[in-house]
């Protein structure tokens, strides 16, 4: 069935380090990709989303590309800091028959100054 | 103002009791859904309705039921809360490009 499967944290990295969040998935048809990040006491948001193979979604220094053939869609930042300390979630979202919008488990990155 | 509204925020209850959460949105969509989250499982959708008459079961409906009383409201009950629906509850909405925002969450605690 579809799935998403992330890697298991927390990661633990300093200020300005290089940052990668591995994410595959397994899904009929053509599915979404998202990422969504969960701030401490907060409800989920969007970080960034690709909705057909090779696009790649970008914000605020966040990027992942939608490889197809890996199925794919590792996230990274360049240079993270303080404030990126949260639960990132993977998603995929699919439409064709049932409707479904699925959850990877998070990873907790914990940046340190 | 928030977009996506629930209440409670906490709930504490006793196994046995009929609860119902409720959510609201001021987006205009009409898309609404919600999930449990629980540590080590992500979040694990329990329906979702895509307008007013339209209510559909998710991965994990058993033990639940919901309510779409108007485009902008849709409340979710357990009719018979039991300690393993302990859990943080998120309601979410969405347009048609599928991204989906969330509610800030409602902890349910049942001893």
């Known amino acids: 069935g579809d799935s998403v499967t992330q890697m298991e944290g927390p990661v633990t990295l300093s200020e300005e380090a290089f940052l990668t969040i591995n994410c595959t998935y397994t899904?009929?048809?053509?599915?979404?990709l998202f990422w969504y990040v969960q701030y401490p006491g907060e409800g989920l948001q969007l970080l960034l989303k690709?909705?057909?193979?090779?696009d790649k979604g970008s914000n605020k220094g966040f990027e992942a590309t939608y490889r197809k053939e890996t199925t794919s869609f590792h996230l990274e930042k360049g240079s993270v800091q303080v404030s990126d300390s949260a639960v990132y979630f993977c998603?995929?979202?699919?439409?064709?028959?049932?409707?479904?919008?699925?959850f990877g488990t998070g990873t907790r990155l914990k940046v340190l100054a | 103002d928030a977009d996506v509204t629930q209440t409670p925020r906490n709930r504490i209850t006793k196994t046995g009791k009929r609860i119902m959460l409720e959510c609201s949105q001021t987006?205009?969509?009409?898309?609404m859904y919600w999930y449990r989250q629980d540590p080590g499982l992500g979040l694990r959708l329990i329906y979702y309705?895509?307008?007013?008459?339209?209510?559909n079961k998710g991965e994990i409906s058993d033990g639940y039921s919901v309510s779409r009383q108007a485009q902008a409201k849709f409340s979710l009950s357990l009719e018979s809360a039991i300690p393993n629906q302990t859990a943080l509850y998120f309601c979410?909405?969405?347009?048609?490009?599928?991204?989906?925002?969330f509610g800030p969450g409602t902890r349910l605690t049942v001893l």
């Open positions: 309705s895509f307008d007013v008459k339209d209510i």
């Open positions: 998603a995929l979202s699919v439409t064709s028959g049932t409707y479904k919008y699925i």
């Open positions: 979410a909405t969405s347009a048609v490009t599928d991204t989906q925002y």
């Open positions: 987006k205009g969509h009409d898309r």
């Open positions: 899904a009929t048809g053509y599915p979404s």
């Open positions: 690709a909705t057909k193979a090779d």
